[in-house]
């Protein structure tokens, strides 16, 4: 199991305390891009278009961390 999937792995039992670098290492494993350059959010873009923008502060509050599981799932 590498990083990224154990990562999502805690993310998935616990959505406190994540930074967006975690997001981004993830992201980075299954395929998804991003956008943050000096500005107050990271904006994660899948293939098929969709997208996620997400408050760059620390930490990231539970609601931006479900969406992004699900970003990544698919769903």
Do not use: E
Request: hydrophobic share 45%.
């Amino acid at each position: 199991m590498n990083s990224a999937a154990k990562i999502l792995a805690a993310m998935r039992g616990r959505a406190l305390d994540w930074q967006i670098a975690d997001l981004q290492v993830v992201a980075r494993q299954h395929g998804v891009g991003w956008r943050h350059q000096k500005s107050s959010h990271c904006v994660f873009v899948r293939d098929d278009g969709r997208t996620l923008s997400v408050p760059a502060h620390r930490p990231i509050k539970p609601i931006y961390i479900r969406k992004f599981i699900d970003l990544i799932d698919g769903a």
